[in-house]
């Protein structure tokens, strides 16, 4: 039986910004690593300019009313044990996320080089009590647009009710591993219980964009004020080279066929 799900939109203009690790001291070893110091900055501009920061439901949620407030999504990728320090920043600051767990990975190592481990399954409880929303990053991190028929399901039903029996929460979003988006995943995520999912996609997400695949910015070290007031109005200047391979269809028949002849999963 095939379920058809409606297409669902974001309803309005809405930076989505993407995070992974933050480092409480020392400098970034990488752009997918922006220091405690700087986040910090970036919020306070945010704040500053009017901005409600929120994860990624709440903001969409928002986002339906009329007049609605200015609004910032805030997003963090794999769950590095740094998040406990973000965490309390967002408490601070007034400020709401939304954390995207891989199930399997919990309390493991994490996926960016020399960002240490993950939160623990206890960790992760404190923070759902604490008010983040916490969403599924799959279970196992693999690229999913390249996996055998039925297992992207598999993926998404088991790190739902992995989240749900271990913490009770009830993931309403859902973060496809290394940003690709998978073919009908609406229908999927949908019939799961999910409400919305995102991807990496580098522009702003605004009316018109399939709530199941939400395009994010990436919140780079050293962006500083006028670099973030940017990104927010603008997107991100130009296209980094492995963007353009994975807007590629041949990047993915690549990949597909490397995980099916080699075991070797490209990213
Ligand atoms: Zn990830």
Redesign the pocket.
Known sequence: MSLTVPVLRVPRTLPVLMC?SVPATGGPSGDLQVPLGELREQLRVLRDDGYTVTGLTEALDLGLREPGPRVVALTF??GYADFLAVAELLADLGCGATL?V?TAHVGGQG??RDAGRLLTWSELEDLAAAGVELGS?SHR?RPLDVLPAGEFRVQVDTSRAELYERLGVVARSF?Y???YPVRRAAEVLGAAGYTNACVIGRRIAGPGDDVFAVPRLQLRPGLGAAGLRALISRGEPGVVPRLKRVAAPGWRVVRGLSLRVTGHELT
């Open positions: 992974h990728d794999d995207y891989p996926m960016v990053h991190h973060c591993p290394h940003g």
